[in-house]
């Protein structure tokens, strides 16, 4: 069993920043491919970053060079590092974990980011 669980969303004005952190407990995996997701109202779960045990990193074009992923293997804990905020990066943010060869797939219950401008 694993649970995750973000934390550091919140109300920030515009230019910004903010770090978001999921800390997952339970099954560690040696092994994973860690996500941020993010869903505005109205809109799909998109994915916003990605990164490996091995420190392989992803990002979606409207949120490179200024976010930034990371993640303390040891602690089982990710990061998403966001700068630069803008009006349109107000969501709902979303970690996801899957374990290397695995088709299992683990949420946390999302924190709130809100940009004002």
């Known amino acids: 069993q694993v649970q995750l669980v973000e934390s550091g969303g919140g109300l920030v004005q515009v230019g910004g920043s903010l770090r978001l952190t999921c800390a997952a407990s339970g099954t560690i995996f040696r092994v994973s491919h860690m996500y941020w997701y993010r869903q505005a109202p109205g809109n799909q779960r998109d994915l916003v970053a990605t990164?490996?045990?091995?420190?392989?990193?992803n990002y979606a074009d409207s949120v490179k060079g200024r976010f930034t992923i990371s993640a303390d293997n040891d602690k089982n804990t990710w990061y998403l590092q966001m700068d630069n905020l803008k009006p349109e990066d107000t969501a709902v943010y979303y970690c996801k974990q899957r374990p290397w060869g695995s088709a299992d797939e683990y949420w946390g219950q999302g924190t709130q980011v809100t940009v004002s401008s």
């Open positions: 990164i490996t045990t091995a420190g392989n990193t």
